[in-house]
């Protein structure tokens, strides 16, 4: 590309990469040439997709990081116009509040994050969205999903979600149908949860252009059917899922598979949980963590029951903590070890919530098991 910037050509660049580690570096080198040529248009558009990849496909902990540059930028330049990739929005300032929900978003996803904090986020982003003329929707859908801990709030957090009308922040159709799914299987209305499911399982209602909104209903159901114990009904959709993953890091709910599995194919859960414990080790978002290695405890606890074993041969290599050269694993032992680390989590965000939500939910799946 020579030394002449050439803002579309960095952008043609790194979208030519594979997502991941890769592109993430090839946005950052984009974001710092944006910068050193004061180009505020694009020092905030290299950002948001910084954004955006960390938050699909990447460590949200990036997004969590550089978000803040991007409300200073926006502060400071109230009135940056869009660049030509934000067709979709009137200016700068549209495009970020849209990103912002993602950020809002991952405030239940960090126990590092103080409750203060997290407040401060849900507070400034009311703030921008009513100051820049847009109702209170999306607000709402992010609340009830932070106060998953407590009902009283989560409740009346959906209901005045539910009563406001769309508008131009407001998340896509599929997306917003996916929480409402969500908050009925939830309340044990599985009729009208199945009724709200049709247009996405049809494909009518789509988020973008691939099948995360299929794929998020479809996880949803299936986590429903294990906790009821509708065992044959979740091996379904767990075969559906595995064979319609898509490169976004929620479009490949392998741990979930991988509990489904614990109760129906026993053998395929073990071959998975061999292809994907490095991925799981290597998990930078606290509550995607926990959700797999709790998840891992309960194949782990059937297996235990089910296979008459003691032990297990597991390809681990030496990043692994309880790693041995011969490779031959107490299966107590990687039950223990796993549930050390839901648990140590589970405090964590207790603690920062002052609830016992997360503890609950450990208890309750291994109970079922």
Request: net charge negative; aromatic share 18%.
């Amino acid at each position: 590309m020579g030394n002449e910037y050439r803002p579309e050509e960095l952008k043609k660049f790194y979208d030519g990469i594979p997502h991941g580690k890769t592109r993430l570096a090839a946005i950052k080198s984009a974001i710092e040439m944006a910068d050193q040529n004061n180009d505020i248009p694009f020092m905030i558009y290299f950002r948001e997709d910084l954004c955006e990849e960390s938050c699909f496909y990447g460590n949200n902990m990036e997004m969590m990081v550089i978000f803040p540059d991007i409300l200073k930028l926006s502060d400071r330049y109230p009135d940056a116009p869009s660049t030509q990739f934000d067709t979709n929005f009137k200016n700068a300032l549209e495009h970020i509040l849209w990103v912002y929900k993602w950020v809002v978003g991952q405030c239940s996803s960090f126990y590092q994050i103080p409750m203060e904090d997290c407040m401060e986020f849900f507070e400034d982003f009311k703030r921008r969205s009513l100051g820049y003329g847009f109702n209170l929707k999306p607000y709402y859908r992010l609340l009830y999903g932070f106060y998953h801990f407590d009902d009283e709030k989560s409740d009346e957090a959906y209901y005045n979600y539910e009563k406001i009308p769309r508008d131009g922040n407001s998340n896509c159709r599929a997306c917003d149908r996916n929480t409402e799914i969500s908050f009925y299987l939830d309340k044990d209305n599985f009729g009208k949860a199945r009724e709200l499911s049709e247009d996405i399982e049809n494909f009518k209602l789509r988020c973008g252009n691939d099948n995360s909104a299929w794929i998020r209903m479809k996880k949803s159901f299936m986590g429903y059917y294990i906790d009821k114990g509708y065992y044959e009904e979740a091996d379904e959709i767990a075969y559906l899922l595995e064979h319609n993953m898509n490169q976004k890091t929620e479009g490949q709910p392998w741990d979930e598979i991988l509990r489904c599995y614990a109760f129906t194919r026993p053998g395929r859960a073990l071959r998975i949980f061999k292809k994907y414990w490095k991925r799981w080790q290597e998990s930078t978002n606290p509550s995607d963590e926990f959700d797999e290695v709790s998840n891992i405890c309960c194949f782990w606890k059937k297996y235990i029951k089910e296979s008459n074993k003691d032990t297990v041969k597991i390809g681990f290599d030496s990043s692994f903590p309880l790693y041995n050269q011969e490779k031959v694993y107490k299966i107590q032992d990687l039950f223990e070890y796993y549930y050390k680390r839901a648990e140590d989590i589970a405090i964590k965000f207790d603690k920062r919530n002052n609830a016992s939500s997360y503890m609950d939910e450990l208890s309750e799946k291994l109970d079922i098991v």
